[in-house]
């Protein structure tokens, strides 16, 4: 009987045994059997890497976004019309990763300050937020102030229904030495 590579071995090992004792004899049989284990290869070797396609840090780009919406994150990954653009592949992977720490910490100071540092890839935010008042002011870093329309998109989705919320966006610092202040804006 002639060598076989492994897919042909594979297939031919879960069909009767009339299939593989004729398959020893019969060439055009082994042909048939060896272009049906090549039509099934790209589906086992999807199957043999199924762990990384479900993992946010190990999945393709395009399959990032779909899984955001696994974890009711797709409100904020893809274009939106109106919008502008969602996050960045990066981004939406951190995002994806931390989702149900920032499910539990949803509608809080914190859980919100942790969601826009993901996001936005920036650290530095801040919420002010005393109790009664409900309403919130979040200040936002120098760093994220190109982002100010994605972290609005944010507030407004992770604060409790509520409240209202206002935004700060802290000065951006001054690297100039010398000049006027017109001259560094």
Known sequence: MPEQNQPDAL??????????????RSAPLRALIGVTADLQQPVLDVLDAVETIVHPYRAPDQ???YLASWVDLDWLTGMTPGQGSGVEAARQRDLVANAADLSARRGTPAGLV???????????FAVDDDPGVFHVVVHVP???ADRVDLVQR????????HITHALSVDSVPSTVTGGNDDERQ
């Open 11 to 24: 297939l031919l090992g879960i069909l009767p045994e009339v299939f593989q004792v004729s398959a020893a």
């Open 63 to 65: 399959l990032v976004t």
């Open 114 to 124: 942790r969601f826009l540092q993901l996001a936005t890839g920036v650290g530095g």
């Open 142 to 144: 120098a760093d994220a």
């Open 154 to 161: 944010i507030v407004a989705v992770m604060k409790p229904a």
